[in-house]
T-cell receptor, first 114, second 118 residues
Framework: GNSVTQMEGPVTLSEEAFLTINCTYTATGYPSLFWYVQYPGEGLQLLLKATKADDKGSNKGFEATYRKETTSFHLEKGSVQVSDSAVYFCALTPGGSSASKIIFGSGTRLSIRP | SAVISQKPSRDICQRGTSLTIQCQVDSQVTMMFWYRQQPGQSLTLIATANQGSEATYESGFVIDKFPISRPNLTFSTLTVSNMSPEDSSIYLC???????????????FGSGTRLTVV
């Protein structure tokens, strides 16, 4: 079946530190991969996505590369800010041309200290 | 991508009452999805709503507790019925979005409804 596994939180870093949040997946075919962010008190926002192997999604200084050989889509940022404090969800939609359910990881809470 | 207006953004309700959450989309979409996010948890799909047919519920969710309407291609409602404190969660609607760079669908989410049952 299809599933997403991401590193457990909470993750606490100092401002300007390097961030990695690990995400691995299991899927049949060629899924699309996503990172969503949920800021305190808000709904989900799409942060970035990649639709095929070796694609790199990027937004707001965050990056993630679709690695088919390791079935991974790790989220990275070179220098985090306090405003990046949020919960981050890795997700996938299975491959194919028809609409299908999005499958979420458990979420990783990130806290950035000033 | 589609823009979703979800309301109310939050509410505090008495146990035993019902709350209806609305989602309005700025474009016509085939499928709409309703999720629940319990405190500190990930998202759980409640049901999928297609226009003109009964909603399809996931395991553990039933129509009597979470009736859904989908009167047209731009609007849906989810009702949380006979509420108890265990229903305190964030409820989110979501729609499929056609990604033009590939013939595959992605998702946009509403801003969520934070429900507290007392």
């Amino acid at each position: 079946g299809n599933s997403v596994t991401q590193m457990e939180g909470p993750v606490t870093l100092s401002e300007e530190a390097f961030l990695t949040i690990n995400c691995t997946y299991t899927a049949t075919g060629y899924p699309s991969l996503f990172w969503y962010v949920q800021y305190p008190g808000e709904g989900l926002q799409l942060l970035l996505k990649a639709t095929k192997a070796d694609d790199k999604g990027s937004n707001k200084g965050f990056e993630a590369t679709y690695r088919k050989e390791t079935t991974s889509f790790h989220l990275e940022k070179g220098s985090v800010q306090v405003s990046d404090s949020a919960v981050y969800f890795c997700a996938l939609t299975p491959g194919g041309s028809s609409a299908s359910k999005i499958i979420f990881g458990s979420g990783t809470r990130l806290s950035i200290r000033p | 991508s589609a823009v979703i207006s979800q309301k109310p953004s939050r509410d505090i309700c008495q146990r035993g009452t019902s709350l209806t959450i609305q989602c309005q989309v700025d474009s016509q979409v085939t499928m709409m999805f309703w999720y629940r996010q319990q405190p500190g948890q990930s998202l759980t799909l409640i049901a999928t709503a297609n226009q003109g047919s009964e909603a399809t519920y996931e395991s553990g969710f039933v129509i009597d507790k979470f009736p859904i309407s989908r009167p047209n291609l731009t609007f849906s409602t989810l009702t949380v019925s006979n509420m108890s404190p265990e229903d305190s969660s964030i409820y989110l609607c979501s729609v499929e979005d056609l990604q033009p760079e590939r013939a595959q669908y992605g998702y946009t989410f509403g801003s969520g409804t934070r429900l507290t049952v007392v």
